[in-house]
């Protein structure tokens, strides 16, 4: 059973085979040369052997400099202003929430992100704001439950839920199910209840079934089959999603904690709390901070809190710029890896490699080499993260003290983790340290975090190694290599039959279902508004005193008009109005307020070759088909306080308006299975909206024009020079201009018939026109 190996051996790196390794393991890397990764991306790690990812991960060059461009090119604002650069703030936060919301496949109408300073500020807030309630005559009060493979962090919830009556239980893991009941409680009430679990141990990398979230929460497993209440869940993300897919689809928990350090290694100092919406109801928040309040009174105890859930806990101005540089933490991370599978799937066979050779080492006397800790033998990752947690033994079989580890890897400049992690729980059931020895090991003089590391022959802790997505397999050979070298009593002898365990895992799995995407259908409507029947607009009578005398379509948002004599109609106005619009490099809509050459860029339409052809001073026309292909990119946007699904229109065309306008920007299309509705009071029932501002239609009366172009005319004084009415009409982007009617007659009109077509009429009034008239173009 046993192989020995020559005492001489000069390297022992020869033992660890790269092409043995991806023969059994066909997830290595990212389709390219992990090598060339490591040299573009972290070359200030060459002569280091990194392996903390769980305390955290490294972040890539790439994602540095795109930060750094950014705030560059850009003023960020304070978002609590309203001037241009605080709006540019606001927006491009928001794009990041929506961002955070889609990398765990879930939504703005499900969860709300609160940026906080760490996934410990993130437990905290729930500590302060869950609803817990102390024990009445006629019912129990909250339980706080959490298992004990916990964080320090989460574990101490329970010092802010006892001090408002909660009851605390601890709950050792194998009791979740082995005590659950066929016949729970039935849930709901007024009491509320938390339960608490890592869907990643930190200690072992241990993953907890994510199924656990909706048990709890219908009452089926222990603790929540025993007390009846309304349960919810916090699960601890943390450790998971540096590695891992999270899909909150599957698994709805209430309160997700986590730290975007752990996922990219930048920036440091923020993390989140995704709170479902219908549990962000039930939180309560005594302390208010600036941009908290809808209204307060300073003389009186008077409080009206935000009415948007992120605002309401956000106290103060946010970490703003960190914030932005996520945008580029998940340009960089999708970029180079290409998904979070792809990670898990790299990143568990460098762990199950390592741990299967660490398992087989043998001193001479066939004693082994490490103790590893953990629950199971790696064949799963779904059961399992890329960490392994262990303690090496000599050949008498005695522990080898971690400091000394720590300080030995450290001459060989190979960084691992040593300690308990600040998962006490763990730490004493995998070392079997009991409740005295921890107070023994105090009065010994031992405390968290010290290099003391053994206490009457007994380990205080352990060593962790853990595995990021840039990790090699050459730091894989550089620390098996420092075991053998420093703590293997010669010769080395390894477990054959362990190494067998190398080719029994399944390294074929499937990519889980929220990274699988339905391909969009794209097919195109044409119906119009008007009992669903196909409409064309044509130059023309309207009635008898007006005349529909322009049809302007504006197929890229912001972007000059396409003049036509007629035009179908789709299902949310024009066909192809406003469908496109251009976006900056963390996917904020670019205006002619931002951007004033965006009114250079002339787009045109062919509906007979199905064709975009975009034109710009200064460079080569550019062509696309109107319609995407399915493989496009999918995000979402946000176009006047209204979410909208998009789809990015390619690299190339990204290049051209980028060329054009001096920065990097995308050209984004509303994705047709998007629904945006017009907003309330704006008219009768609800229409569906293209990219437009408010409305489907845009109309513009001539004798308005005429009578504002009089007004300019006749004040010398007001620096705006002469317009001729079509550069008048112009600047009011109508689709529709008519002529025949008195000045301002469109203001009392309530519906309008073109042709056959009928519309509804609703008065939009613009505060941004010059002499603060009435704008006198209609919405309709």
Request: hydrophobic share 35%.
């Amino acid at each position: 059973l046993f192989i020995v190996m020559a005492s001489h051996c000069p390297d022992y790196k020869e033992i660890y085979r790269f092409d043995h390794f991806t023969e059994l393991w066909e997830h290595y890397g990212y389709g390219g040369d992990m090598q060339e990764l490591r040299l573009q991306e972290f070359g200030r790690v060459k002569g280091i052997t990194y392996l903390d990812h769980a305390g955290t991960t490294l972040f890539p060059e790439s994602q540095i400099k795109g930060f750094y461009q950014d705030i560059a090119r850009n003023i960020y604002g304070n978002p609590h202003s309203l001037n241009p650069s605080s709006k540019l703030t606001h927006d491009t936060v928001e794009r990041v929430r929506y961002r955070i919301l889609e990398h765990f496949n879930t939504s703005p109408e499900e969860y709300t992100v609160i940026f906080t300073a760490g996934s410990t500020a993130a437990l905290r807030l729930v500590a302060d704001s869950f609803p817990w309630s102390p024990p009445a005559a006629e019912e129990p009060g909250s339980s706080f439950c959490y298992l004990t493979d916990n964080h320090t962090s989460v574990v101490g919830i329970r010092g802010a839920a006892a001090k408002l009556g909660a009851t605390t239980l601890p709950v050792l893991p194998q009791h979740v199910e082995t005590r659950a009941r066929d016949a729970p409680w039935a849930t709901g009430g007024d009491v509320c209840h938390l339960f608490c679990y890592p869907a990643q141990s930190n200690f072992s990398g241990r993953k907890y079934p994510l199924s656990y979230v909706k048990g709890i929460q219908g009452g089926r497993l222990y603790p929540a089959c025993d007390r009846q209440g309304q349960w919810m869940v916090l699960l601890d993300a943390a450790s998971f999603v540096s590695c891992s897919s999270l899909d909150l689809q599957e698994c709805p928990a209430d309160f997700i904690p986590i730290s975007f350090y752990k996922i990219f290694g930048f920036p440091t100092g923020l993390g989140a709390l995704l709170v479902r919406n219908r549990a962000a109801v039930l939180l309560r928040k005594g302390y208010f901070g600036g941009g908290t309040a809808a209204a307060y009174l300073a003389e009186e105890d008077y409080f009206v809190p935000a009415s948007n859930v992120s605002s309401r806990f956000e106290d103060g101005t946010i970490s703003f710029l960190d914030i932005i540089s996520l945008h580029h933490g998940f340009d960089s991370l999708y970029r180079i890896t290409g998904s979070m599978f792809k990670i898990q799937m790299h990143t568990f066979g460098l762990a199950r490699y390592t741990y299967i050779h660490l398992s087989s080492l043998l001193h001479c006397n066939k004693q082994p080499v490490a103790q590893i800790y953990c629950e199971n033998d790696f064949q799963d990752p779904s059961r399992q993260g890329a960490i392994i947690n262990f303690n090496l033994l000599n050949s008498h079989g005695s522990v080898v003290g971690y400091s000394l580890v720590d300080r030995l890897a450290s001459l060989f400049n190979i960084h691992v983790r040593t300690g308990c992690f600040c998962n006490t729980g763990a730490c004493q059931i995998f070392l079997g340290i009991s409740d005295q020895n921890i107070k023994h090991n105090l009065e010994a003089g031992h405390v968290c975090g010290d290099n003391i590391d053994l206490v009457d022959g007994r380990p205080t802790g352990s060593v962790r190694v853990s595995f990021g997505y840039m990790t090699t397999f050459e730091d894989c050979q550089n620390f098996l290599s420092f075991v053998v070298n420093c703590f293997v009593d010669k010769p080395l002898r390894m477990h054959e039959e362990r190494l067998t365990h190398l080719k029994t895992a399944d390294s074929s799995p499937r990519s889980p279902t929220s990274e699988r995407h339905n391909a969009p259908d794209l097919t195109p409507s044409f119906t119009s508004n008007l009992n669903g029947e196909e409409g064309v607009i044509k130059n023309g009578q309207i009635k008898d005193s007006q005349t529909l005398t322009n049809i302007f379509i504006y197929p890229i948002k912001s972007c000059a008009a396409f003049e036509v004599s007629e035009w179908p109609l789709g299902n949310r106005g024009l066909q192809y109005d406003r469908t496109w619009m251009v976006v900056n490099e963390n996917g904020v809509c670019l205006s002619q307020k931002r951007e004033p050459r965006l009114c250079l860029i002339q787009p045109s339409i062919s509906l007979a070759s199905n064709m975009l052809h975009i034109q710009a001073p200064g460079m080569m026309s550019i062509s696309m088909p109107l319609e995407d292909p399915l493989e496009m990119k999918t995000s979402q946007s946000k176009v006047c306080g209204d979410r909208v699904q998009t789809v990015d229109c390619g690299d190339e065309v990204a290049s051209w308006f980028s060329g054009f306008l001096g920065k990097p920007c995308h050209l984004i299309r509303q994705s047709p299975e998007s629904t945006r509705d017009m907003k309330k009071g704006l008219g009768q029932g609800m229409t569906s909206l293209s990219l437009v501002n408010e409305a489907q239609y845009l109309l513009i009366n001539r004798a308005s024009v005429a009578l504002l172009q009089e007004c300019i005319s006749s004040s010398p004084d007001s620096g705006l020079g002469t317009f001729d009415a079509l550069q008048l009409i112009k600047r009011f982007r109508a689709n529709l201009v008519i002529s025949g009617a008195c000045p301002f007659e469109e203001d009392d009109w309530s519906n309008l018939k073109i042709g056959e077509m009928l519309f509804q009429v609703s008065l939009s009034r613009d505060a941004e026109l010059v002499l603060n008239q009435d704008s006198g173009w209609l919405c309709v």
